[in-house]
């Protein structure tokens, strides 16, 4: 059974960081890309970021310069370092793992970016 464990969310003040982590455990078979989601109250699900297997990134226009995303292929772990927080960035992020044997989803961690 695959699991994506998520950690890392919290509360965090506007301008400040926060550094999300996602272990993926389980059968996995020749992982395309690892990566980051998240979902506002009332909107749909976005994508934040996605990192490949060869290190290649994909952001959202809206996070590009604040945000990196990392990945330890070793650990099938991915992180999200997000700089330079805004409220507009609160959401539940969700960590996401596109492979050869399917499309595997995290529970999300909460971010809320507030004063």
């Known amino acids: 059974q695959v699991q994506l464990v998520e950690s890392g969310g919290g509360l965090v003040q506007p301008g400040g960081s926060l550094r999300l982590s996602c272990v993926a455990s389980g059968t996995i078979f020749n992982i395309v890309a690892m990566g980051w989601y998240r979902q506002a109250p009332g909107k749909q699900r976005e994508l934040v970021a996605t990192i490949t297997s060869g290190g290649s990134t994909n952001y959202a226009d809206s996070v590009k310069g604040r945000f990196t995303s990392s990945r330890d292929n070793a650990k099938r772990t991915v992180y999200l370092e997000m700089n330079s927080l805004k409220p507009e960035d609160t959401a539940v992020y969700y960590c996401?793992?596109?492979?050869?044997?399917?499309?595997?989803w995290g529970q999300g961690t909460q971010v809320t970016v507030s004063s």
């Open positions: 996401n793992v596109r492979a050869y044997s399917g499309n595997y």
